[in-house]
């Protein structure tokens, strides 16, 4: 039985999750990877500083040569914003890529935490050979999911959300399978566990903004990757760590 078989094996025989055990454990390991969080936060708004500049440079330089250009409504300066969108479109893909790479070194970095394993916070791991073009490709697939959900009326986006919050897990702890295996076992485990990871998705990120609002804003920083943490623990509890478990081990073996 090859790696990705094990996994969807594991999955379809996985216990049934307590939301109340998960988000308590969540809590204590945001303490020990709040930094790592912060830093993550930061890194990407950097990393997405020049895109930023690209995309707003042409309306910038629009409203200084001509700011009554773009209160006018013409056809000319409508034509004008068709540029605008594209690189609006472009930024989104590189957007993904950038928090897509980050995200999973987060997950990473949490297991380091969780299993008290030795190792550095290497927050571009997921940029570095041999794992770039699979980052990229990966990005692009939840990128392309999620463009067509919200073409599909929106709603669509509330089901595919939770796949694509674990494929992102998936990744960080499987990067040497192929990406067409990290979304089939994303959706399955999506599926299999969706109601309570749409459920911990939604009051952690829920906590995390009012958390950082009350910290004076600024705190939003701090607290908003606390919204990642339970996806970890769905992942730790329905599929497991190979390290941490020797009877899981012996299963694989005589599967």
């Not at 308590?24 to 993550?40: A, H, P, R, Y």
């Not at 890529?97 to 297991?111: D, E, L, V």
């Not at 960080?172 to 309570?196: E, Q």
């Not at 996806?231 to 081990?249: F, R």
Request: with cysteine; aromatic share 14%; charged share 15%.
């Amino acid at each position: 039985m090859n790696t990705t078989e094990t996994l969807l094996t594991k999955i379809e025989n996985a216990k049934d999750l307590d939301f109340g055990d998960i988000f308590n454990k969540s809590i204590e390991l945001f303490k020990k990877v709040w930094l790592q969080g912060l830093v993550i936060m930061l890194l990407t708004m950097v990393m997405m500083i020049p895109f930023y500049i690209i995309m707003y440079l042409p309306l910038i330089a629009m409203g200084i040569l001509d700011p009554d250009s773009l209160q006018q409504g013409s056809e000319a300066n409508m034509m004008l914003l068709i540029p605008f969108y594209l690189l609006m479109t472009v930024f989104m893909f590189f957007a993904m890529i950038i928090t897509f790479g980050f995200k999973s070194a987060f997950f990473r970095i949490c297991k380091m935490k969780d299993l008290n394993e030795a190792g550095s916070d290497d927050y571009f791991y997921f940029f570095k050979k041999p794992y770039l073009g699979k980052t990229i490709k990966l990005a692009a697939i939840t990128f392309g999911i999620s463009l067509l959900a919200i073409l599909l009326c929106v709603l669509p986006m509330f089901y595919a959300m939770v796949p694509i919050a674990l494929i992102n897990v998936i990744y960080a702890f499987n990067p040497d399978l192929s990406a067409s295996d990290i979304t089939k076992i994303g959706f399955k485990l999506g599926n299999k566990k969706w109601l309570i990871t749409f459920g911990l998705i939604i009051v952690a990120g829920f906590l995390a903004q009012l958390v950082g609002i009350v910290l004076c804003f600024i705190g939003v920083f701090v607290t908003s990757s606390f919204a990642y943490v339970p996806l970890y623990y769905i992942y730790k509890d329905s599929i497991g760590h190979n390290e941490q478990s020797v009877i899981d081990e012996i299963g694989i073996v005589t599967e």
